[in-house]
């Protein structure tokens, strides 16, 4: 699966939109681009995937540049409750066998009031 | 539809005890992966079942075992414990675990080892 890089940390002004980067340059054709998101000590969050249009569902959007070298997940009116490590991370969903999820380091988001 | 479920959610053991973790998947779900998270390594892979066989295994040692039963729950086991073990263990569920499937997380079983 293609590496990811997302920066460390972001803050979001509470009912702004958040705007969650991630490069994935070395990313290949049949690999998709998955967003979870861990809220403090809890288990991850699955939010949204997609392969190269973009993608909306009732908690995010997803944008894939047209390369789809790098995405954005954006929250549309972040919340407090939207505190959270956000992973992105691409893989390959196609081909036999199961598959395990490698989680880097995310993004830690703090929404302020 | 009930999410993924994980008992207990919190445990205190100590050193050399052993102990067991439970998982049921979301209805309908077949494929139980297993992950262990900590602040120094982050989230890691440790193994994965599926019509309670294992289809996958992680880099952890044999003390870190698990199995799945016909209704697809699943648990796993860590024999003689050490202070390392100390972690959030998560389980999730997926349909059948094959690549185009999305995998769902409980809320994991916070594990101290004293």
């Known amino acids: 699966d293609a590496k990811t890089t997302q920066p460390p940390s972001m803050d979001c002004a509470e009912g702004r939109a958040a705007n969650l980067p991630c490069n994935h340059s070395t990313i290949s054709g049949n690999e998709y681009v998955y967003w979870y998101r861990q809220i403090h000590s809890q288990g991850p969050q699955y939010i949204i995937h997609g392969l190269k249009n973009n993608e909306t569902n009732e908690m995010a959007s997803l944008i894939i540049t047209e390369d789809r070298k790098s995405s954005t997940l954006i929250l549309p009116h972040a919340t407090l409750r939207d505190t959270a490590v956000y992973y992105c991370i691409v893989r390959v969903h196609s081909g036999a066998g199961s598959y395990q999820l490698t989680f880097g380091k995310g993004t830690k988001l703090s929404v302020i009031p | 539809k009930a999410g993924v479920t994980q008992t207990p959610r919190y445990l205190i053991k100590t050193r050399g005890q052993q102990v067991t973790l439970s998982c049921s998947p979301i209805s309908g779900h077949r494929s139980v992966s297993w992950y262990q998270q900590t602040p120094g390594q982050g989230l890691q892979f440790l193994f994965e079942?599926?019509?309670?066989?294992?289809?996958n295994k992680g880099n952890f040692p044999g003390r870190f075992s698990g199995r799945q039963f016909s209704n697809s729950r699943s648990e796993m086991n860590v024999s003689t414990l050490e202070l390392g073990d100390s972690a959030l263990y998560l389980c999730?569920?997926?349909?059948?675990?094959?690549?185009?499937?999305?995998?769902?997380f409980g809320p994991g079983t916070r594990l101290t080892v004293l």
């Open positions: 079942y599926f019509s309670e066989t294992q289809r």
């Open positions: 999730a569920s997926s349909l059948v675990g094959l690549k185009g499937d999305t995998q769902y």
